[in-house]
């Protein structure tokens, strides 16, 4: 129970070295960092990660803040919760593809389901299906093509089931996502969505509770001193403000400059130019 707690406090300090100071950014004016919707943020490797696999299209928002947890085998890892997922950040691969996974959240939701009919494996698949030996589930359309085109084994995992009814909707298991198929949204792109495990995971196990999903406030400070503007780090000059003036920051850092926001302008300032102080 010791080493537990030392290896959580050893992670909790590894979160606070990642993403701290963990800056935000207005989701009208950015797009990304600090989502307006459910008052969160998003940095680091898990926000490099959900940036380059799909977003909140795929993902969705993210609905805490990243903290310190522990992975299946027990090492220390920093998870985010999304409407969708769970993104966990494994520091021990740091240096490998997969530093950013995305939680067995549909392991862990259909454990104990297995011997219902639709869990049971298969011997083969059909006509226009591929079966997978490891599981013994086959996977076909409408979810077939979509597993491939969106990221297949590394992002979604095997399939656990087979295609089957449940809620209203078509669905299948997957370890790390449920595949809903929406026939009233035919030729809009969203035919097929993710289930929003990442919600329903944090409320049955308790994970809501934590602080990291108490809604963030975007981090204010002032200017030390009268400074330039920049359209991007070192970029040209898009305006002055004097000494004193309150920013909100909203990107960085990037080298030594962050990106800080007041009404009427945005730009990037260097970090010698603002007044830090320490967070309770």
């Given at each position: ?19 701290a ?12 960092g ?11 490797p898990?926000?490099?990660y ?10 969705g ?31 021990a ?32 698949a059909?006509?226009?299906?591929e079966?997978?030996?490891p ?5 076909c ?47 809009t ?6 289930g ?12 809501s509770t934590l ?55 945005t730009g ?13």
């Open positions: 129970m010791l080493e537990r707690g030392v290896r959580l406090a050893a992670l909790t300090a590894l979160v606070v070295v990642l993403f100071p963990q800056l935000s950014r207005s989701a009208e004016a950015a797009g990304v600090y989502f307006d919707p459910t008052s969160h943020t998003l940095g680091g898990i926000r490099e959900w940036e380059s696999h799909g977003g909140l299209w795929l993902f928002y993210p609905v805490s803040e990243p903290y310190a947890a522990l992975s299946e085998d027990g090492r220390p890892i920093v998870a985010q919760y999304f409407e969708r997922t769970r993104l966990e950040y494994h520091p691969l740091d240096d490998t593809p997969y530093r950013v996974l995305g939680g067995r959240l549909g392991a862990v939701l259909t454990a104990g389901r297995e011997h219902q009919p639709e869990f049971l494996p298969v011997a083969g059909g006509a226009g299906c079966y997978f030996a599981t013994g589930h086959t996977l359309a409408p979810f077939r093509d979509w597993w491939r085109d969106k990221g297949g084994l590394p992002i979604f995992g095997y399939p656990l089931s087979e295609a089957f009814e449940e809620g209203g909707y078509t669905v299948q298991y997957f370890e790390r996502a449920r595949f809903e198929w929406h026939p009233e949204n035919l030729g792109g969203w035919e097929v969505e993710l929003h495990l990442g919600i329903d995971d944090a409320r049955r196990t308790g994970a602080d990291a999903f108490n809604a963030a406030t975007p981090v204010m400070t002032t200017l030390r001193v009268a400074t330039d503007l920049t359209a991007s780090p070192g970029g040209e000059v898009v305006g002055t403000l004097n000494a004193g003036t309150p920013v909100r920051v909203i990107d960085g850092p990037r080298s030594d400059r962050y990106l800080v926001q007041t009404p009427g302008i990037w300032v260097a970090f010698s130019t603002l007044s830090w102080t320490a967070r309770p």
